[in-house]
Nanobody
Framework: QVQLVESGGGLVQAGGSLRLSCAASGRTFSFAGMGWFRQAPVKEREFVAHISWSGSTNYADSVKGRFTISRDNAKNTVYLQMNSLKPEDTAVYYC??????????????????WGQGTQVTVSS
């Protein structure tokens, strides 16, 4: 079992920044890939970013160059630094624990544990 708790969401103006955190507990965190997804109202959950156990990263095209995913294995925490935020970034953001070692890491089915989500609202 893995428990994930997100924090750091809030209301910010367009162009602003937020940093989300996801604290993990339970099964070994260091050897798992971790991802961030988001879901806006009446939209499907979509991939945002992934970081492997070794620190390799990949991003959705919509956030590339603006968002940065990182992890601190000593603290069992993964972060999502979000800069130059846009109103279209408004969504509930979820962190997720990777279920597979290989794969695209862009599909929900590749993750087995999810946090409860944190709301990010970007005003224009």
């Amino acid at each position: 079992q893995v428990q994930l708790v997100e924090s750091g969401g809030g209301l910010v103006q367009a162009g602003g920044s937020l940093r989300l955190s996801c604290a993990a507990s339970g099964r070994t965190f260091s050897f798992a890939g971790m991802g961030w997804f988001r879901q806006a109202p009446v939209k499907e959950r979509e991939f945002v970013a992934h970081i492997s156990w070794s620190g390799s990263t990949n991003y959705a095209d919509s956030v590339k160059g603006r968002f940065t995913i990182s992890r601190d294995n000593a603290k069992n925490t993964v972060y999502l630094q979000m800069n130059s935020l846009k109103p279209e970034d408004t969504a509930v953001y979820y962190c997720a624990h990777g279920r597979v070692v290989t794969g695209t890491h862009r599909y929900s089915s590749e993750y087995d544990y999810w946090g409860q989500g944190t709301q990010v609202t970007v005003s224009s």
